[in-house]
T-cell receptor
Framework: KQEVTQIPAALSVPEGENLVLNCSFT??????LQWFRQDPGKGLTSLLL?????REQTSGRLNASLDKSSGRSTLYIAASQPGDSATYLCAVEAGTASKLTFGTGTRLQVTL | NAGVTQTPKFQVLKTGQSMTLQCAQD?????MYWYRQDPGMGLRLIYYSASEGTTDKGEVPNGYNVSRLNKREFSLRLESAAPSQTSVYFC?????????????FGDGTRLSIL
């Protein structure tokens, strides 16, 4: 059974810092890995999707990497801003029905 | 751009009552999903519909039923609500299974069962 773990569970950083969020998964037979953002009381917003054949994806200040063989992904956020404060979830997609298995998230607070 | 719309946003039920959570998407997606989110457990898949006319169980289907009414709509029904079903429920859709496209989520239904 696929298991997804995110470390740390919570993180507080001052504005302007670069930071890294970690995600690990137990079964490397995946289609892709996805990073989402969740604001309090809201749904999930897709940030980046890395296909199993890719090593990384970038969108603005966000860069996500994937090492499928070791079962790890990182989300790098450059020059953090207070507006980046949210919970970040990673999920792996696998199986015939493209099911997503989620981690429990990292709650990020960026302070002024 | 509405995306994925869920109704209601909040609901309080008594144990044993029934209700249906509604979900509709306007992106012409083939696949739709229902998840529940509980503190410390992440999102877990309840049921999914890979395409119109098909539904399948996910990780935690007990106590729930679903209906894929048409391509746009996918409903989740609790026949006899239990306190253990207190949760936040999310509906999602994607272009199709295996498409390597992200799932799009609604804002959720916050359900409390007393």
């Amino acid at each position: 059974k696929q298991e997804v773990t995110q470390i740390p569970a919570a993180l507080s950083v001052p504005e302007g810092e670069n930071l890294v969020l970690n995600c690990s998964f137990t079964d490397s037979a995946i289609y892709n890995l996805q990073w989402f953002r969740q604001d309090p009381g809201k749904g999930l917003t897709s940030l980046l999707l890395i296909q199993s054949s890719q090593r990384e994806q970038t969108s603005g200040r966000l860069n996500a990497s994937l090492d499928k063989s070791s079962g790890r992904s990182t989300l790098y956020i450059a020059a953090s801003q207070p507006g980046d404060s949210a919970t970040y979830l990673c999920a792996v997609e696998a199986g015939t029905a493209s099911k997503l298995t989620f981690g429990t998230g990292t709650r990020l607070q960026v302070t002024l | 751009n509405a995306g994925v719309t869920q109704t209601p946003k909040f609901q309080v039920l008594k144990t044993g009552q029934s209700m249906t959570l509604q979900c509709a998407q306007d992106m012409n997606h083939n696949s739709m999903y229902w998840y529940r989110q509980d503190p410390g457990m992440g999102l877990r898949l309840i049921y999914y519909s890979a395409s119109e006319g098909t539904t399948d169980k996910g990780e935690v289907p007990n106590g729930y039923n679903v209906s894929r009414l048409n391509k746009r709509e996918f409903s989740l029904r609790l026949e006899s609500a239990a306190p253990s079903q207190t949760s936040v429920y999310f509906c999602a859709s994607s272009r199709r299974t295996g498409s390597n496209q992200p799932q799009h989520f609604g804002d959720g239904t916050r359900l409390s069962i007393l």
